[in-house]
């Protein structure tokens, strides 16, 4: 067999070393992650114009059809394609040594990208509407579970590369002390990911049986249980992941440091133990499930990994007002935010990321983990309006301001189109938020999550909607419209950087990787701010967030006291 040669390159901008097998498997995932990005932005199109009442554009097969494939391709290939190449980009380039067992690596992507592919083909064939929750018995064909689960193998198998490579990195001695706390998140996403993939696998293989006739029966209790425990957690790899990536754009942009190492990483340690329990909230509803079990996954265990959110919520913005004060933004509370570089779409994309994935989706994602609360938005519109804040503004955002980061770095290219660039994370990021709010409020109303018309038009007991659930259901088409033009402007910038934009200098390149040098330990950041605060702004933001989190909450048990009534 012949061996693989590998070398070293150092980019002149960032000072990151490269290595050759590692960067093409990262550009190969981030690529087909762009790809997914695009096939599903343009099925959400169709989702937003079909429940956009005024328009209400396609018939209800294909609406469930693109409902379908839009969910899988944006929650499951966009996402974990990313994912891959993060994981590779935290390991081999952040501690400068060479990827583990590329060969492996690639038969990982190849799985990938096969499975994505059979899995599309059967939606698109027109029988698997079956929604990326595919509940049994409403049965796909086999090609659809046969898909997810290949997909699912080549991605576990990438995180065993993952893993493989940090121990290269400590035999070859190529960092010093404990790995990188960006490096320690993409670790803690990985080992979610395991979890969340094995989940997967004890749940759709015996489905797939089932689907080719091996099988007679999944009991339904069990699939939603089990899938939950998949289908939750993958989202929380997403977190872990994007959160690293906000601390190493902390660090990039600004040069900041943690606050405190130790708490951030504790905070990713809390994410192991909890948040994967947070998958409980998907089956308040459920009538098998017992309230005890309810209670304690959606309550105490959960209020851990919320904890640990708020902490990273928290020291981000904090080390980013630190770094900022040292380099004399003093005057006021907020002078240090102001002066930022809102014209960097790798910062700007990071905030307006870290203010709604904290604001929007942790707030409501807290309130539907709230027994009693969630009954009274439980399956409606309420539910995508707050995934979209954590997956898309949360998530999808942040990896589109790396991409600006990485497109003069890892791919060589000068971004064209510059002016586009900076607008592209406002238009997506602002969008995002009005979308998630107006779908918000019309779950509030009860509008159905998935009904393909609002209207229940031909339906022998119609129901009639308040004129509000129609306008905001209009709002939601309107901001979905314009939400998708910022991620068309994403898919221009990057597409047509990697293919038109001028080639950059790839910076030197050697045989061995050089070792990660000795960094001098942080001073202590106590003079900056007043009364003792070293990062009083953010202080003083995380008291809004408190009172906006407390106000929200007792106003959603306002809106239950209303319904108590009916009983």
């Not at 960092?175 to 993939?197: D, E, K, M, N, R």
Request: proline residues 4%.
């Amino acid at each position: 067999m012949t061996a693989i040669t590998t070398s070293y390159r150092t980019c002149p901008r960032s000072g990151l070393q490269f290595e050759s097998q590692a960067e093409k498997l990262m550009i190969a995932n981030a690529v087909t992650a762009v790809v997914a990005l695009l096939v599903g932005g343009i099925l959400a199109i169709g989702v937003v114009l079909t429940r956009w009442p005024e328009v209400h554009w396609l018939a209800a097969d294909t609406f469930y059809m693109v409902l379908t494939a839009h969910g899988i391709d944006m929650l499951i290939y966009w996402m974990i394609f990313f994912e891959v190449a993060v994981l590779y980009f935290c390991s081999s380039t952040l501690l400068r040594c060479r990827i583990a067992t590329p060969k492996v690596a690639w038969v990982a992507f190849a799985l990938m990208l096969i499975g994505a592919v059979v899995n599309n083909y059967a939606v698109f064939k027109g029988s698997s509407s079956v929604m990326m929750t595919s509940y049994v018995p409403m049965m796909a064909e086999p090609a659809f579970y046969l898909g997810l689960i290949l997909f699912a193998v080549g991605a576990l198998i990438a995180c065993f590369v993952f893993f493989g490579t940090l121990v290269i990195a400590k035999r070859d001695k190529t960092y010093q002390g404990s790995v990188p706390l960006v490096t320690f998140g993409a670790v803690v996403a990985a080992i979610i990911a395991v979890f969340t993939i094995v989940s997967g696998a004890i749940i759709l293989i015996p489905t797939f049986f089932m689907s080719i006739g091996w099988v007679k029966s999944v009991d339904p209790l069990v699939y939603r249980t089990i899938w939950w425990a998949f289908g939750h957690s993958s989202q929380q790899i997403n977190v872990a992941a994007h959160i690293s990536i906000w601390y190493a754009v902390a660090a990039i942009a600004f040069g900041a440091k943690p606050m405190s190492e130790r708490v951030s990483r504790g905070a990713f340690l809390l994410y192991i133990l909890f948040l994967q329990l947070a998958s409980a909230h998907h089956l308040l509803s459920d009538p098998g499930v017992g309230t005890a079990w309810k209670v304690v996954n959606t309550s105490y265990f959960m209020y851990f990994a919320v904890l640990a959110s708020m902490i990273h919520g928290l020291t981000i913005p904090g080390a980013i007002e630190v770094a900022q004060r040292k380099k004399g933004f003093n005057n006021g509370l907020f002078e240090w935010l102001r002066k930022a570089p809102w014209g960097n779409p790798t910062f700007s994309g990071m905030f307006i990321s870290l203010i709604g994935f904290g604001f929007l989706g942790g707030i409501s994602g807290v309130m539907m983990g709230t027994e009693q609360l969630n009954m009274i938005i439980h399956n409606t519109v309420y539910v995508p309006g707050h995934f979209h804040a954590t997956v898309v503004v949360g998530t999808s955002l942040t990896f589109m301001a790396f991409t600006y980061f990485l497109i003069p770095v890892l791919f060589k290219r000068e971004m064209i189109n510059p002016g586009l660039a900076k607008i592209q994370p406002y238009l997506y990021g602002f969008s995002m938020y009005f979308f998630c709010l107006v779908m918000m409020g019309a779950g509030t109303l009860g509008v159905p999550r998935r009904h393909w018309d609002l209207s229940f038009s031909g339906a022998a007991m119609a129901y009639e909607w308040p004129g509000a659930a129609y306008l905001l259901m209009g709002l939601v088409g309107i901001a979905g419209v314009s939400a998708i033009a910022g991620g068309a402007i994403y898919i221009y910038v990057t597409v047509g950087s990697i293919l038109w934009g001028r080639k950059l200098d790839a910076g030197s390149k050697s045989a061995r990787f050089t070792p990660i040098p000795p960094t001098a330990p942080s001073a202590v950041a106590q003079s900056y701010g007043s009364a003792g605060f070293a990062a009083p702004g953010t202080f003083v933001l995380a008291m809004v967030f408190l009172v906006a989190f407390v106000l929200y909450y007792f106003i959603n048990w306002k809106y239950l006291s209303q319904v108590w009534g009916l009983s």
